[in-house]
Structure formats: C-alpha cells, structure tokens
T-cell receptor, first 114, second 116 residues
C-alpha cells in the first residue's frame, strides 16, 4: 500500500521564478494538506484541499496556490519565488472525517531558491 | 492561539540510555489530540504515537512511553534503551480545529543524537 508520494524530491529555482510541486495521497485518502518546513523549524500549515476546493489556509501569501484533482492528487504552486521560500515542502493526506486523528506525510520536496 | 513548545533543541545520549523529550502545549479546544512524529534525515514525518485529550492514561509501546498531564499541559515522550537508529528530529504536534476539519500545529523539534 503506497503512502504519500511527492515529486520532485529536490528542486533548485531562481528568485522570481515559479514552481509546481506534486503530491499523490495515500490510497483511500481524500484530503490533502501542504506544510512548509524551514530549516531547523517545525512544519507550518499552508492550506488544505478537499473535494477539489481549498478549505482552509494558513498565514501564507497569495503567491502560494494549489489545486486538487478528481483523483485526489494535488499540486502546490509558488509564484515569484523569494529566497525565503527555500524549505522542505511536505504533503500530508487523510480522510476528511479523520483529520483529527492526524495525517500521513510524504518525504517532501526540498526547494532551494538561489 | 494554539502553540506547541519543545524547549530542548538538541539532546545527545549514549546508546542504551533512556531519554525523555519534553513538550508543552497551549490550546483553547476542549477536545484535541497530541502527537509525536519522528523525522529521519530522509525528511518523511513518521507517526509514532497519538493521545486524545480525554485519556490521560500513560502507556508503554515497546521502547516508547509517554506521559500526558493535562494539568500542566505537557505531553512528554520517553525512549527506553535508546539505539543509534533512534537518531532523528522529533516533533510534538497538536491538532487544531478549523471549521469541519483539523490541522496540526508543530513544535520546533528536538534533535536526538544517540552515540554508539
């Protein structure tokens, strides 16, 4: 049973560029959340998708956007990249009615902005 | 606001020693869950344990045990007879309600180094 898969594993982008990260949730899960983890910090909630809609959003600017597809997979897009966007981006999945019990996390995409 | 504090930035122990990781939380919710996750160098957050706010019974699961005290808002995690493979960053997390679903609030993590 595959867990949460994310691609790519690593990515290097130039300041001002745009990036798209991808996530496939664990089989049976319909809810995807994205977290940003800066170096030496705990993960911070970006937003959550369910039924192809953004349901909740953390304290992140509009440069961060996302999408969820009918097969529950999801994308995270970041526009106008800043050096401060360098981080590990984690995708987490759950069933909508089980989010209180926690999430299954992927291994993340490490984004470096130069 | 909900908050999780892990005061220990880094802990170093010798293999076979017991080690306790501290976690203090703040929440307005009456129902919530507390978690411990392990993050090895690969980056994946690995779920270890979960405890709900109504159950303060402390338990042991293999080499892991936890001490949940609602009166002091603490949820400490102990590894008995530590092993080199336990070396990782450990995160304490708290569920926070968002309308119809929940998100996780993480502490800043404790890096555990187990030396042979």
């Amino acid at each position: 049973d595959a867990g949460v898969t994310q691609s790519p594993t690593h990515l290097i982008k130039t300041r001002g560029q745009q990036v798209t990260l991808r996530c496939s949730p664990k089989s049976g899960h319909d809810t995807v959340s994205w977290y940003q983890q800066a170096l030496g910090q705990g993960p911070q909630f970006i937003f959550q998708y369910y039924e192809e809609e953004e349901r909740q959003r953390g304290n992140f600017p509009d440069r961060f956007s996302g999408h969820q597809f009918p097969n529950y997979s999801s994308e995270l897009n970041v526009n106008a990249l800043l050096l401060g966007d360098s981080a590990l981006y984690l995708c987490a999945s759950s069933r909508w009615w089980q989010t209180v019990y926690g999430y299954t996390f992927g291994s993340g995409t490490r984004l470096t902005v130069v | 606001a909900q908050k999780v504090t892990q005061a220990q930035t880094e802990i170093s122990v010798v293999e076979k020693e017991d080690v306790t990781l501290d976690c203090v939380y703040e929440t307005r919710d009456t129902t919530y869950y507390l978690f411990w996750y392990k993050q090895p160098p690969s980056g994946e957050l690995v779920f270890l344990i979960r405890r709900n706010s109504f159950d303060e019974q402390n338990e042991i699961s293999g080499r892991y045990s936890w001490n949940f005290q609602k009166s002091t808002s603490s949820f400490n995690f102990t590894i008995t007879a530590s092993q080199v493979v336990d070396s990782a960053v450990y995160f304490c997390a708290l569920s926070e309600r968002m309308d119809s679903s929940y998100k996780l609030i993480f502490g800043s993590g404790t890096r555990l180094l187990v030396r042979p």
